[in-house]
Every structure is written in structure tokens, then in C-alpha cells.
């Protein structure tokens, strides 16, 4: 027995896309928006429900975030460090959002520093069908970056470097107009 789907239900692919799916040329086309990063980020320690959906339970006290901050009329950033003992304990992580209303975010790149595992690499909401407003991107594809240094998010200047690196991924300028931090 099959059922008939409503006349309005959208065709597949305008579901895909409706259903939150990104295509590669959209991701581009944001990533290619003017943003800037014009102030040095500054981390304070995190608490529950500080933050925004999808950060909203994210806390302890091992964990060191940035507020929302804005780098275009559209786009906003986060950055979240973990601390630990030693340097496999300690994780980097960072966000470009894109503001879809007054209250929704939909996670544009992800990146994620582990040293214990993986290395530097980002997340993308491309070629999936999920719908990521107000969550983060699992499942999401992964790209790993190459890196050569072994970043210890501990270290404020290796903080500064990893925001540099997700900075340059984003399509994000660093600095006021014409002078860096």
C-alpha cells in the first residue's frame, strides 16, 4: 500500500535542500563573503548555558570559550579550548556560523584540534541531508589540514596561530582595515 504525498510536499530535490543540505558552490559563496576578525578573541572560562543553541550545554571547568562574536551581518564565530593535565587532554575548537534568524545559527565550518588524535581538520554541512540549524556537524564530512606544528591550546600564542589557521580556512581577514592585532 502506498500513500499519497500531500500536494505541497516538495519534490526531492527541493527537499534535499530544504531539509538543510549545503551544496559545495553555497559553502563558497559564504566562505567568499567579506568577513573580519578586528579584535584579539578573549577566552573566559565557560558555563552552562552561557552560549547560544548549540553550545548552550556545553561547560566544566576544564573549558575556556569566546563569546559569540560577530565578523559580518551575517556570520559569527566561536572559539572553545579544553584544558588538561597533558597535552593529549587538551582540544582546540572553532566555529563560523551564518545568523539564519534572531535566534537560529547554522554552523557554516567547524574546526577541531586534538592532538591525542587526528590532528587539525575541519567539518562542512556539504552533500548531506541533514538539517544543522542550532547544532553542531556530526556526521558531517571531514577535511583534514595539514599542519607541521603541534599546537598546545594552553599557550595563548598557539591559541593565536590555531585561530589564524581556522581564520584563513573561513575566508575571515584578521585585523582592523589595513593593520593586524
Request: glycine share 6%; with cysteine.
Amino acid at each position: 500500500m502506498t500513500t499519497a504525498l500531500p500536494v505541497d510536499f516538495p519534490a526531492r530535490a527541493e527537499r534535499t535542500i530544504w531539509a538543510g543540505a549545503m551544496p559545495p558552490r553555497e559553502l563558497r559563496n559564504q566562505k567568499r563573503q567579506p568577513k573580519r576578525l578586528t579584535a584579539q578573541p578573549v577566552f573566559k572560562p565557560l558555563k552552562r548555558n552561557r552560549l547560544p543553541k548549540p553550545f548552550k550545554t556545553m561547560g566544566g571547568a576544564r573549558l575556556f570559550a569566546t563569546d559569540l562574536i560577530e565578523v559580518s551581518s551575517s556570520h559569527q564565530l566561536i572559539f572553545v579550548w579544553r584544558d588538561g593535565p597533558i597535552l593529549t587532554d587538551r582540544a582546540f575548537y572553532g566555529w563560523l556560523l551564518k545568523k539564519v534568524s534572531d535566534s537560529s545559527l547554522l554552523p557554516l565550518l567547524e574546526m577541531h584540534w586534538h592532538p591525542s588524535h587526528k590532528g587539525l581538520h575541519i567539518k562542512t554541512p556539504c552533500r548531506t541531508e541533514i538539517d544543522y540549524t542550532n547544532r553542531q556537524l556530526p556526521g558531517a564530512p571531514e577535511l583534514g589540514m595539514r599542519t607541521v606544528l603541534r599546537y598546545d591550546p594552553r599557550s595563548e600564542s598557539d591559541r593565536l596561530a590555531l585561530i589564524g589557521r581556522f581564520c584563513e580556512a573561513a575566508g575571515i581577514e584578521l585585523g582592523a582595515e589595513g593593520a593586524l592585532w
